[in-house]
């Protein structure tokens, strides 16, 4: 890249600037082919518990144990080994408080071999006679780790009380899960039971979701104290299988979350789906995996919220293209792992919808027909490519130079601001010889010494040939900013159907401008060296006068002092009549600091200095010089009655 000063002046900025549209028009490009990927894995496939596992894994080893409890937890509903540290975690919880000792409880319950010896008898049954739904949950589910025994009456008592008022959801979520595991017996649960229906009404449902507010961790609290008290009772929670599919769309489109309790949340609702004994939802999502045109083989993948295969399921598929069927009805073979596939023989390039229907042969198994987007790809090749250069004003421009692709022109093609360069070109799909038109089409030039770029979108005309038009006229100042020399011209051809995308290097156009910029120049070594130091220079002092004229003005300031006390004397002032209290003392003190602190702000003080001191000192001054006043007024009142 040029250095600084010898990069495009502010008309080859816009060059820049098209360059970068450019930059941020692939870039989106690319974004929309990822999140496409992303959309047709729309299930939980073993790359997913992967990550969580890794995530997982991580925080379980962080010493922190709300973050090791939560990766305990995650790590438990996707059935994989909790690591030893998290244990030696747990031991060092404290007792005193219901929260880590059933984080610690949790941890030890996680793990395969890890023995707690919390003495939280008291934190438990104090936590059981409140009113907090989460905190009796943690204490009936500590007990339990713990082998503590806790009174099932009072945590009955407790949870009907808390239901019997108003309530959130996830309180709702927790006391289920408190009344599930305390151990009653399923007549005396089934009051209790009787609201799962109420809270599962509170749900924020949309079109395409199911979730409870608060997003992953109350979800997931409310989802497996439902399924659990469920499972108690024998009852099958009454949530329908639409709203059980707008939930797993949910939590499939949470698969990314990366903080702790978020991931651990997903894992558990994902563990209650697919492990409850009344609802297991199936999930269909798509290979991400382009198709191949010739022998094209569909594949789908079929399986629970963990991503783990699901027996007795009947797969089938319907290709679509333009909403027409092009394989109907299409019986896939199970592959193993929840992968089903099936060859429907050769498809012409484009994009299909894959209509997948799952039938189950178990009632507990929730099954929806779901339609999937997939692209069969192809090669396509570039033909009839003229290039052409001709005046400005001709409208019909002349054939040019036949060009033949992948090759680049042999000559360097000339062309100044008078003319315009004119390339014409077809694509066409290498099976059928059909016209494609290109989701991205640019013509690039880039000047070879500066390396400039300046890119130009191609559109089709009537006959479905891409024609760019190239006016060095209008766009030498504004695009090419004047800048002549030897361009590289390429163009530039992807869509999401190519089997790759086109990059030709067309030929070398030699370009002249009659008002040019100068040359490009390299600058000297010296211009990048470090330069000498800059230190800042304050204003120099305005002059003084002589000292002769300052002292004699200071002469005259205190003339008056040097005054006073031959006035005084001629007055025939006399301290007599001074107060011999210590109040008159003090008096004075605090005047005589005044007139100090006057000096020295005049001297080199500063007002808010001088405001602080003097806010300070007028206290005892008024004390004590009201106390002076009451002395001298009573001195002469006596004198006064004496004198009579």
């Known amino acids: 890249e040029p250095p600084p000063s010898l990069r495009p002046s502010p008309l080859l900025s816009v060059s ?4 970068g ?29 992967t990550r969580l596992t890794n995530i997982f894994k991580a925080a379980a080893t962080s010493q922190d144990l709300a973050k090791t409890h939560w990766a305990a937890r ?15 975690t747990a031991k060092a919880a404290k007792a005193d408080n219901i929260l880590s000792v059933y984080q610690a409880a949790a941890i030890a319950s996680a793990s395969s071999n890890c023995k707690l010896s919390l003495s939280a008898e008291s934190a438990i049954k104090s936590a059981i006679a409140g009113d907090d739904a989460a905190n009796i949950r943690y204490a009936v589910e500590a007990a339990k780790a713990l082998g503590i025994s806790v009174n099932v009456d009072d945590v009955l008592t407790s949870i009907t009380k808390i239901l019997g008022g108003e309530y959130s959801a996830s309180a709702a979520g927790h006391a289920f899960t408190a009344a599930a595991k305390v151990g009653a017996p399923s007549e005396r649960l089934n009051r209790i039971y009787d609201s799962v229906e109420d809270v599962l009404h509170q749900s924020e449902t949309t079109d395409n979701t199911f979730a409870f507010e608060g997003g992953l961790v109350n979800t997931a609290t409310i989802l497996s104290g439902a399924y659990e008290l469920a499972d108690a009772v024998n009852r099958a929670p009454a949530i329908s299988s639409s709203d059980l599919n707008k939930l797993v769309n949910y939590l ?19 563990n209650t789906l697919a492990t409850n004994k009344f609802h297991n939802p199936v999930v269909v999502y798509g290979d991400a995996k382009p198709l191949s045109g010739k022998n094209t083989n569909v594949v789908v993948y079929a399986t629970n919220t963990l991503g783990n295969e699901v027996s007795d399921l009947t797969v089938s598929a319907t290709l679509k293209s333009n909403n027409k069927a092009v394989v109907s009805d299409k019986a896939l073979s199970a592959n193993g792992g929840g992968k089903y596939s099936a060859a429907v023989g050769d498809l012409p390039r484009g994009e299909y919808k894959v209509v997948v229907s799952v039938k189950s042969g178990s009632p507990k198994n929730i099954v929806k027909d779901k339609t999937l987007a997939a692209r069969v790809v192809g090669a396509v090749v570039i033909t009839d490519a003229q290039l052409s250069v001709s005046p400005r004003s001709v409208k019909d421009t002349p054939a040019g130079q036949a060009l033949s692709f992948p090759n680049t022109a042999a000559t360097v093609v000339k062309a100044d601001d008078l003319q315009k360069i004119v390339l014409r070109f077809r694509i066409r799909d290498a099976a ?23 890119f ?24 090419f900013d004047a800048t002549a020399g030897d361009y590289a011209m390429d163009l530039i051809v992807g869509d999401a159907t190519f089997e790759a995308a086109i990059e030709w290097k067309v030929a070398t156009v030699a370009i002249d401008f009659r008002t040019r910029r100068p040359a490009y120049k390299p600058e000297p070594k010296e211009f990048f060296q470090a330069r000498p130091e800059i230190f800042h220079t304050f204003r120099e002092p305005e002059s003084r006068p002589p000292a002769v004229v300052s002292l004699a003005f200071l002469a005259l300031v205190l003339a008056p002092a040097l005054l006073l006390p031959i006035l005084w004397i001629k007055l025939d002032a006399n301290i007599s009549n001074f107060p011999g209290s210590p109040y008159a003392i003090a008096f004075h003190v605090c005047v005589g600091s005044i007139l100090y602190l006057y000096f020295t702000f005049w001297l080199n003080g500063n007002m808010f200095d001088t405001l602080k001191y003097l806010a300070v000192l007028s206290i005892p001054t008024l004390i004590t010089g009201k106390r002076t006043l009451a002395l001298v007024s009573a001195k002469r009142a006596a004198q006064s009655s004496s004198s009579k």
């Open 74 to 88: 995650g790590l438990a509903a996707l059935g994989q080994t909790v690591p030893e540290a998290a244990c030696n």
């Open 21 to 49: 549209m450019f930059i941020v028009l692939a870039a989106s490009l690319l974004l929309v082919l990822v999140a496409t990927a992303q959309a047709s894995q729309g299930g939980i496939s073993s790359a997913d518990i």
């Open 16 to 19: 820049a600037i098209m360059r």
């Open 252 to 270: 499939v489109a949470s698969k990314f979350s990366s903080a702790i309790d978020q991931a651990a949340s997903l894992a558990i609702s994902l």
């Open 456 to 479: 130009l979108v191609g559109d089709t005309d009537a006959s479905k040939q891409y024609v760019i038009d190239v006016d060095l006229g209008d766009k030498s100042a504004d695009t």
């Open 432 to 454: 059928t010889k059909e016209d494609v038109a290109a989701h991205q089409v640019f013509l690039r030039f880039t000047h070879k010494v500066t390396g400039n770029e300046v």
